[in-house]
């Protein structure tokens, strides 16, 4: 049965495992319909009378709606910016490169022009882009840089801290790079509301506030003779209270004026150039000089009647959001119910395989040959499905020898971009942990990224925080390290449909997977998508974590009962910023509870 979404929000949930009542109420609902019977051989769970007052929601927010535009962003005023260009008469690109400059003001934890990111555009006509603006090892990196003479890794987490962590900033490049080729307005109007951001101050959110004061200590340690993101008396900064940052203001203005070269040459780099020197860290003028963001064939595949645009290599994010849906697209995710054991035992298992896979053969494609078409092959996928049995969680251990990337940083960032005229942008940039590698570039007031630890530093080996790597994701000069970044839009016959993304490391594939599917098959609106709650598996290690409440008390036992090992966390799973269009061309916006981000249409 189809699920029927209205705007006025009675949703009528038919065949399904819970009502939604005035975007408010859900209750899990039990059901029985004789239809359903093959199902129940598969272990189909029926919600019981003591689970009725289950929410799966983090919490509840109200969906905002847009005929003219949308942008959902991790910050009000990184979204606001958005809306403003839109109004300015700019399209999703221009919105989508002005929102990236802000929140490299307001978000520094992962807003960045010291890191990197990836971007997917779909223009009005339906055609896709994608543009990779990953950072790249410098030139003098190497494989083992960061293990001392025994080969283990060097004590001081220096892939993580400090100056020697950065791989080479993408952003800047790719942005002029993106607005070159599809933006309307001038890059001056795109770098305004950035520069009156670092100028003129703004206001810190409380999670803003209280980031910046968790990290006080690691600021003073990298950066000893400066005091950026630091009040002048160092004492805690409070929700509301004005964050200027004048020199960050002035290295803006620079790319203003001079575009990529206001970056990469110049003044800020000299800047750049200085504070490597002091810090012992290797970037050049020479890897400053050869940086060039890259346009890649999007990723494009088909779930039913929807296509599924999404990132290449050098993320792993697009192939492996295409292989999750490949093998639980031939399903009844919709008749089974949403966080039933059946569905959940079907998309776990999907995700065992897949990281299984991202660890093998994943890396830069301009480094390592990815066997990109084989693995999206069904043939090989139906190989890989044989040892799936419903009655028993398979062994993490059978499914493949291997290696793979563990836990990654959850501090990115997401935003998505629709415009009138219907292009849609869908980018997810990041300085990898919470402000990148805590070095402030002294004069220019920008953080640089700790990006070189999505390398596998040894590979086959788990590092100091647990990542375990491979060789198609080793160290070389000038490769770009591998991603979990999934920037992904959709279309249904023909017609935009999503915008969706998320930071939060490899639980970026999961939730990208699980927001689609609660929209696609759950019938959710795309605010209730985002804000049910998630679990995560990726293979090794072999467990699956859920936020708190996620799963009945029922399905988990039967889950438990087959052998999974499923516990919940403390810890919330993503931070979907992501936008859904109506039957009637409205944008309905989902930003995620979890967080300060905000959907602004108009
Ligand atoms: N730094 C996180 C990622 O690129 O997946």
Redesign the pocket.
């Known amino acids: 049965m189809k699920i029927q979404i209205s705007k006025n929000a009675l949703l009528s949930v038919v065949g399904t495992c819970f009502i939604i009542v005035s975007c408010k109420t859900v209750q899990p609902t039990s059901q029985t319909n004789s239809s359903q019977k093959p199902s129940e051989n598969l272990g189909f769970y029926q919600f019981s009378n003591e689970d009725a007052n289950a929410s799966p929601f983090v919490a509840k927010k109200a969906s905002v709606y847009g005929k003219n535009g949308m942008i959902a962003a991790t910050h009000p005023a990184a979204s606001q910016v958005g809306v403003d260009i839109l109004k300015m008469g700019g399209n999703a690109i221009d919105a989508a490169v002005a929102t990236q400059f802000a929140l490299a003001v307001v978000h520094p934890a992962a807003g960045n022009i010291g890191g990197g990111g990836f971007l997917v555009y779909r223009d009005k006509k339906g055609k896709s882009y994608t543009l990779d603006y990953?950072e790249k090892a410098p030139e003098k990196a190497s494989r083992d840089m960061y293990l001392d003479e025994n080969k283990n890794v060097k004590a001081g987490q220096p892939s993580w801290y400090g100056h020697t962590a950065s791989g080479t900033p993408g952003s800047v490049d790719g942005l002029e790079q993106a607005h070159k080729r599809f933006g309307k307005l001038t890059w001056q109007q795109i770098l305004q509301p950035a520069i009156d951001l670092a100028e003129n101050g703004v206001k810190l959110t409380m999670r803003e506030a209280r980031g910046l004061n968790r990290t006080k200590v690691e600021f003073l340690k990298y950066n000893p003779t400066k005091k950026y993101f630091m009040k002048p008396d160092t004492t805690d900064w409070k929700e509301g209270e004005l964050l200027i940052q004048k020199d960050l203001a002035k290295a803006l203005r620079r790319i203003q004026e001079q575009g990529r070269k206001g970056f990469y040459e110049g003044e800020t780099a000299q800047l750049l150039l200085a504070e490597m020197k002091r810090g012992g860290g290797i970037i050049t003028q020479k890897d400053l000089d050869n940086y060039k963001a890259t346009w890649r064939e999007p990723i494009v595949e088909n779930y039913k009647n929807m296509k599924i645009i999404s990132m290449p290599p050098p993320?792993?994010?697009g192939i492996a959001l295409a292989q999750l849906l490949k093998y639980v697209e031939p399903y009844p995710l919709q008749r089974w119910g949403w966080h039933t054991d059946s569905t959940t035992q079907v998309m776990i298992e999907a995700e065992r395989r897949v990281f299984a896979d991202r660890a093998t053969w994943l890396g830069d494609p301009d480094f390592v040959k990815v066997p990109q078409k084989e693995l999206l092959e069904t043939n090989y996928l139906k190989k890989r499905w044989e040892d799936f049995q419903f009655d028993q969680a398979t062994d993490s251990k059978k499914v493949k020898a291997g290696t793979i990337a563990g836990y990654?940083?959850v501090?990115?960032t997401h935003s998505s971009f629709v415009d009138k005229e219907g292009n849609a942008v869908s980018i997810?940039t990041?300085?990898?942990?919470s402000y990148g590698s805590k070095v402030v570039v002294d004069g220019a007031g920008f953080l640089m990224n700790d990006?070189m630890?999505?390398f596998s530093i040894k590979p086959g080996v788990p590092n100091s925080y647990g990542l375990i790597g491979n060789e198609a994701n080793a160290i070389v000069p000038n490769k770009r390290?591998?991603?979990?970044?999934t920037p992904t839009i959709v279309e249904e016959n023909g017609k935009l449909k999503m915008v969706l993304g998320t930071?939060g490391?490899?639980t970026?594939i999961t939730s990208v997977f699980q927001v689609f599917l609660n929209v696609a098959e759950h019938g959710m609106t795309m605010q209730q998508a985002v804000d049910a709650l998630r679990f995560h598996h990726q293979w090794l290690p072999d467990r699956t974590t859920f936020e708190e409440g996620g799963f009945t008390e029922q399905t988990l036992k039967r889950m438990r009962e087959k052998g999974y090992k499923i516990d919940s966390q403390k810890n919330t799973i993503g931070r979907m910023d992501c936008i859904l269009v109506l039957p009637d061309g409205t944008y309905e916006g989902g930003a995620d509870v979890r967080a300060d981000d905000t959907a602004v249409g108009y």
């Open positions: 990953r993320s792993s994010g990654e940083s501090e990115t997810t990041t300085l990898n942990n990006e630890d999505d390290m591998l991603s979990s970044m930071p490391g490899s970026i």
